[in-house]
């Protein structure tokens, strides 16, 4: 029977069934960090040892500075998080990318970059954006402190088996349009909640034109959309970004041999599918405190008056009250007061490179924060001299980890300031208590840095 | 966990579609133990606002917009609707891993359509009753609603099932789960 992509890497994992048709999966790689704290607490309280060290991989990212690794951190209780992910993981003998790690970084950053992420394999974490994984055709998703304390404890997980949808965009990107604007664009049409209960396959010739760069920014931004994970069918671009790397297999030709037998056949059924062109996505950007409000940077913010649904119009009026928008405003020049470049939706190299391609020999109009997603991609974007391009402009470059995206270090966007971000998430309070933010791609991000303003890159490029 | 059987008790309407779990519980709290008491972050920066339907009551239900729960994996947002003392939330839909943290903590999630949900917030604050044996609420206008929930999740809220005690009786058969992969797919260990 033909099969999907997700269906192959499921079945390949599923150890037991219950009459109620809960499965039993088997779990390749599980990622912990700082927040993990709960999930050790009650494997110790159950006094339970850990079942594979070696598939267990700590990394501190949440909580850890922006500022200097070689200055202690501030606030005593962020120190504490960093310190307890450290004694639970020598407890427990894991390997643990530590803040002074030469691989350390954002957990969905250096999974990959160390060669830990591969085709066809089921990876969790305590973070919903761990369906950045599935960029590389693995399983990927996050979950709550009790399944990380079941994981640790079993290597296991009893998961419903999710619905399939596929989203195949196709067609050519245009200039200035990047994967972050594909996937804002699919929330947009879809909705926070239009993928609940699936796993999407992204598939098409416009994702298959992307880097696996930009297909993690894709993948990332699935639970966005409510998805169970995002994932993306491996190829040559996938197995050239694998080769070499850290952890990548030994016998690489066998492992690439068993990996072409994971893309979906071209019969398998979904059980929904969506369809976007390529060519009809702009740079996108949001509005208000949800990723679905994903507009072209050509739109205006709605009028909640042209709204007949009471309930809809109540949820417009409150989303303008919290951003301080204007009705109808066009969203091209409503000035911003910062900009946050980094997350694990956009802190590799080529999000860097994007970012500074706007801001060579220009100046920022508002200060703003560019945090690498790891110290590879730190070190590579210094060789090539972005750092200076950024500090040039008069942004801040920062030390890896998820920094100013939800703020657990200290990196806080002020109540009622307005932030065009490259992260993921418009939540209110997100980026702080009263922070507003404006979700959108690196070159995007760049170009309200430098015009002070939500401005269309393709102005500027 | 705290088996969940009946409860009964007041409701609360929260009317707006996907409440994240950043507004459950801000971010910042995430690093406090659970001995710091969770309730007290419970919508913590959203409450401060006049007129917040919490404010003042202390219900054991909530009827929300869709989507409830969505974004981060946080289950703090579970621990501190549990620690406040609402044992039951009732949506057209939730943030599948919320729901996952839910049932883990005793937290009943119900899924009903939005038009019936819709219609009960409109009922709401009143009392109402959730029977979980029989899968039935006891709405506030005395009328009786059927929901439906997945068995095995109905067994461990009842119960009170610790599920990594359960999986370990599986043990034979991931043992011999691992031999078979460790031979099949050799390049999938680190």
Redesign the interface.
């Known amino acids: 029977m033909a099969e999907t992509l997700f269906a192959k890497v499921w079945n390949?994992h599923a150890?037991?069934t219950?009459d109620?048709?809960?499965t039993?999966l088997?779990i390749?790689?599980h990622f912990v960090h700082e927040?993990s704290f709960?999930a050790f607490g009650m494997l110790d309280h159950?006094a339970?040892p850990l079942a594979r060290p070696?598939?267990t991989f700590g990394v501190a990212d949440h909580?850890v500075p922006s500022h200097s690794r070689a200055l202690p951190i501030r606030d005593p209780?962020?120190a504490?998080?960093v310190t307890t992910l450290r004694g639970n993981a020598r407890r427990h003998g894991l390997d643990l990318l530590d803040l002074d790690d030469p691989r350390q970084g954002i957990v969905h950053v250096v999974g990959p970059e160390q060669g830990?992420t591969?085709p066809?394999?089921t990876i969790v974490c305590?973070?919903?954006h761990t369906s950045t994984h599935g960029a590389f055709g693995a399983l990927a998703?996050?979950?709550?402190?009790?399944?990380v304390?079941?994981v640790l404890?079993?290597?296991?997980l009893?998961q419903?088996r999710?619905r399939t949808m596929r989203i195949t965009v196709d067609g050519v990107l245009g200039a200035g349009v990047t994967a972050k604007d594909v996937i804002l664009a699919i929330i947009g049409k879809i909705g926070?909640?239009g993928a609940?209960?699936h796993v999407v396959e992204y598939a098409g010739s416009a994702i298959r034109a992307l880097g696996m760069e930009a297909r993690m920014t894709i993948c990332n931004m699935s639970?966005?959309a409510?998805a169970?994970a995002g994932m993306v069918a491996p190829d040559e671009t996938t197995y050239q970004f694998i080769a070499g790397r850290k952890?990548a297999?030994r016998?690489f030709d066998?492992?690439v041999a068993?990996w072409r037998k994971l893309p979906s056949d071209p019969d398998a059924h979904f059980d929904r599918e969506v369809a976007l062109h390529a060519d009809a996505i702009a740079p996108t950007v949001t509005w208000g405190t949800?990723p679905?409000t994903a507009l072209p940077i050509t739109a205006s913010v709605p009028d909640p008056q042209a709204e007949p649904d009471p309930?809809k119009r109540?949820?417009i009026e409150?989303q303008l009250a919290y951003m301080g928008l204007r009705p109808g405003a066009p969203l091209d020049g409503t000035k911003v007061d910062r900009v946050f470049i980094g997350s694990c939706t956009n802190a590799r190299l080529p999000d860097l490179r994007a970012a500074a391609a706007i801001l060579r020999g220009r100046r920022a109009a508002v200060p703003g924060l560019v945090v690498p997603g790891s110290v590879p991609v730190k070190r590579a974007a210094e060789a090539e001299g972005l750092d200076r391009v950024f500090q040039d402009a008069g942004l801040e470059w920062g030390e890896p980890g998820c920094s100013m995206c939800?703020?657990?270090n200290g990196d806080l966007v002020r109540p009622g300031e307005r932030c065009a971000a490259t992260s993921n998430?418009n939540?209110?309070?997100?980026q702080g208590?009263?922070s507003r933010t404006h979700l959108m791609s690196p070159a995007m991000a760049a170009a309200a840095a430098v015009a002070g303003s939500i401005t269309d890159v393709r102005r500027l490029a | 966990m705290t088996p969940f059987i009946t409860v009964e008790g007041e409701a609360v309407a929260l009317d707006a579609a996907n409440i994240d779990t950043d507004q459950i519980i801000p971010a910042r709290f995430l690093r406090k133990d659970r001995s710091a008491g969770y309730q007290n972050f419970l919508f913590h920066d959203v409450r401060a606002e006049p007129g917040f339907p919490l404010n003042g009551r202390q219900p054991v239900i909530l009827a929300a917009g869709p989507n409830f729960g969505c974004g981060s994996s946080r289950e703090g947002a579970v621990y501190a609707l549990v620690d406040a003392g609402i044992r039951c939330v009732i949506a057209a839909s939730f943030g599948d891993i919320f729901a996952g943290n839910a049932a883990k903590n005793g937290l009943l999630t119900i899924v009903l359509p939005e038009p019936d949900v819709a219609a009960l917030r409109r009922m709401l604050p009143a009392t109402m009753r959730v029977d979980l044996p029989s899968q039935r609420l006891l709405l506030p206008d005395g009328s009786e609603r059927r929901f439906e929930i997945e068995p095995f999740r109905k067994r461990c809220l009842l119960e009170g099932l610790d599920d990594i005690g359960l999986t370990l009786e599986h043990q034979a058969r991931i043992a011999s789960f691992q031999e078979r992969d460790r031979a099949a797919r050799p390049w999938a260990t680190p």
């Open positions: 390949a150890i037991v219950r109620d048709g809960a039993l088997w390749d790689r927040g709960h159950a339970r070696d598939l909580y209780e962020v504490g998080m830990l591969l066809g394999l305590g973070d919903s998703f996050g979950i709550g402190a009790s399944e304390s079941h404890a079993t290597q296991t009893w419903q999710p926070a909640g609940g209960g639970i966005e409510g169970r952890h297999p016998d066998a492992a068993a949800s679905e309930a109540a949820r409150d939800v703020g657990m998430r939540f209110v309070g997100r208590p009263g």
